[in-house]
Each structure stands twice: as structure tokens, then as C-alpha cells.
């Protein structure tokens, strides 16, 4: 692990009330960047695909990162991947990047199928891991997150929106505003067109759109519920591909212990993109458009307080930030290097989304038809 500089305990008075009021669990997401290490860690990328593309381009915007290296199947993919992005070091397989001495950090963008044997094979190589989400299963995902631990190497998913400052604010500011929610309800749905895109194919995400855009719904319920909620009920149906028998399409509906509820659309089929949230309670109601990927900045969300339907009262919230929150992940990451607190909750947060995740993948499954 790597020592700070006196300068990064700096943090400015606002940032400080910020992070007081959240609490440890969301931290990560208002990190300053001045929290960053000495010298920036060095990162690696397992894949090449599109997500690999706009990683790479993220990396290199990040404060406290550096792009260092890329592996593939295939050493003649590597190198197009390298020299597009002006990489320094192209591996034909990810074992032998994992094993050089050119990288602190690996960003793991393979098919879910595969994740866990890199994801355990870095931490083996004492290299911190940012794993693409989401994972084989709960089982899975511990085995992962343990093997971190035991290598002293940092973990986090690859889930952007919780790096971003609003979701900080919303924290914040959510029991004062509209009280402990009693419904969370989330969509994410955009349309896959191309058979041959790899989340058409079960092998290799075998939960298609629950896993895909589910992880979303997921996490915006384990971000957002009350501290220690537990899941007393779950219902969940899907509907598969014809041709590749890919889930495509994913909805339900989860009771907690609290007595509040998290319903939940997502799905490869919409012809209009949707990412909206809208978090109610008692004292009033906070919606995002999109909830998923910031659209522009300040990044906008609406509080209610009362009233209904359209005339009723609302109020347009903003918060700017200067990077988006795929770049600011790195950043938080560089932070939670050496702090185990930081790394602790980075590990609760992805456990629950996952075990979360597992609940209605497995109701879904015992509510398909033949």
C-alpha cells in the first residue's frame, strides 16, 4: 500500500459536512481527489471490447491513474487496442500482464463467465481489482472479494453513478427532505439490435438483462433503503430471446423488513432509452431521469414535496461536477488504496447489490415457463 501525502487529509469544509452526513458506505463517492496516492496508480485492462474502449479513455482523465497496459486473447488485438489509446504495454493474455511488473491495478472487463478466475488471479499478483459487474453469484463475488483482502489489494465493481456527487447529495439530504423512502422504482431499458452482442449470448452472461441493466435497479435499492433493511418477500419475471434464449427483459418487485418496497423494470428491448428513479416518502419525493449515466452538467434531479400530478409543485436540484462519474471512480478507487475502512465499504455495497441481485434471478427462474 501506498503512503499519502500530508496535503491529502486536506479537504474542503463542505466536502467534510458531505461526508459526515452520509456515512462510510458512501465515502467512496465524495472523495476528494486530492485523496489520490503519491504516484498514480498504474492500470491495466483485461479486454478489449467497447466498455474496455471507454474505460481506457476514463483512465486518462482520472487524477491519480495512468493507463499503463492492456491484454487479450489475441497479442495482434492487444497492440491495435495499445496503439489507439497510446499504451505503453500490450499482453497476449492476461495472465502474463498480471504477472509484470508494469501495473498496480487492474480493471477487469471480460465476460461475466470468466471474471472471477482474473479477478483471483490479480489479487494472487497483489494487484488492486476493479471488477466489471456483475458476478457469477454471491459465492462468486466473495471468493473474490476475499482473496483482495487476504493480498491486501483494493476492490470495487464498476458501478459509476455511485461516484458521482449527486448521488453524495441525495444521501445526504434524503431524510430531511422526504423521510425514510417507502418505494424505490427503477427502469433501465435501451434496445440491443446485433444478435452477436455479447449480452445476447447466455454463456457468457448467463443473466443477460438482469445482470446487465439489473445491477443498476439493485444498486440503486442498496444505495438508497434504509441502513439494515433485510428482504422479506421477492417476485420477479422475465422474458427470453427466441433465437438466443437470452433473458432480455426483467421486472419484479422486492419487500424489505422496514416495510418499504423496491419495484424494478430493465431490459434490451426499448425503443427509447430509460434510466428513471423515483424515491418517495413520507415528506416528499425525489426523481431522476437518469440515474444511470449523468446527461450533462450539473447533473439535475427534482424534489416534490407535495401536491399531485403535474401541477404539483416541484423544485429542479443541480449539481455540477467537473468529471463524470466513470472518471471519478478511478479517482475514488485511488482513495480507497490502503484505507480499509474505504475498502470495507466498498465490499459491503457490492456484496449486498450482488446477494440482492441473486434474490430475484432466482425467483425469476422458478417463475419462468417452459
Aim: aromatic share 8%.
Amino acid at each position: 500500500m501506498k503512503s499519502q501525502n500530508k496535503d491529502s487529509t486536506k479537504v474542503d469544509a463542505g466536502r467534510r459536512k458531505i461526508l459526515e452526513a452520509v456515512g462510510a458506505c458512501a465515502v467512496a463517492s465524495a472523495i476528494s481527489p486530492a485523496f489520490a496516492a503519491d504516484r498514480p496508480l498504474r492500470w491495466g485492462i483485461v479486454g478489449t471490447g467497447g466498455i474496455a474502449n471507454g474505460m481506457a479513455s476514463n483512465i486518462k482523465r482520472a487524477a491519480g491513474a495512468e493507463l499503463a497496459a492492456v491484454a487479450s486473447r489475441k497479442l495482434e488485438t492487444a497492440k491495435e487496442f495499445a496503439n489507439k489509446h497510446g499504451v505503453t504495454n500490450a499482453f497476449g493474455s492476461w495472465s502474463e500482464m498480471l504477472s509484470s511488473n508494469t501495473i498496480d491495478a487492474v480493471y477487469v472487463a471480460t465476460p461475466t463467465s470468466v471474471r472471477e478466475e482474473v479477478c483471483l488471479a490479480a489479487a494472487a499478483h497483489g494487484k488492486h481489482v476493479l471488477g466489471e459487474k456483475p458476478f457469477a453469484n454471491l459465492p462468486s463475488l466473495r471468493r473474490i472479494t476475499a482473496a483482495c483482502r487476504k493480498n491486501g489489494v483494493g476492490f470495487m465493481d464498476g458501478t459509476h453513478f455511485v461516484h458521482h456527487p449527486r448521488t453524495a447529495q441525495i444521501k445526504a439530504t434524503l431524510r430531511e427532505k422526504i423521510g425514510s423512502p417507502w418505494t424505490i422504482d427503477s427502469t433501465f431499458q435501451f434496445r440491443i439490435t446485433d444478435a452477436d452482442n455479447i449480452r445476447m449470448d447466455p454463456d457468457l452472461e448467463p443473466y443477460g438483462a438482469i445482470g446487465d441493466a439489473g445491477w443498476y435497479n439493485m444498486r440503486a435499492a442498496v444505495e438508497y433503503t434504509a441502513p439494515g433493511v433485510k428482504i422479506i418477500g421477492v417476485d420477479a419475471y422475465v422474458r427470453r430471446d427466441q433465437k438466443t434464449k437470452a433473458v432480455i427483459t426483467g421486472s419484479g418487485v422486492i419487500a424489505f423488513s422496514d416495510g418499504s418496497t423496491n419495484t424494478w423494470n430493465c431490459g434490451f428491448e426499448s425503443a427509447v432509452g430509460n434510466m428513471d428513479l423515483r424515491l418517495s416518502g413520507p415528506s416528499g419525493q425525489f426523481s431522476l431521469r437518469d440515474f444511470v449515466v449523468t446527461q450533462g452538467d450539473p447533473a439535475e434531479y427534482e424534489y416534490r414535496k407535495s401536491g399531485f400530478g403535474a401541477n404539483a409543485p416541484s423544485e429542479r436540484l443541480q449539481v455540477p461536477s467537473a468529471k463524470p462519474g466513470a472518471v471519478l471512480m478511478f479517482e475514488n478507487f485511488a482513495a480507497m488504496v490502503g484505507n480499509s475502512e474505504l475498502f470495507e465499504a466498498s465490499v459491503a455495497a457490492s456484496e449486498k447489490t450482488q446477494e440482492w441481485l441473486d434474490a430475484i434471478w432466482t425467483k425469476a427462474m422458478k417463475n419462468e415457463r417452459s
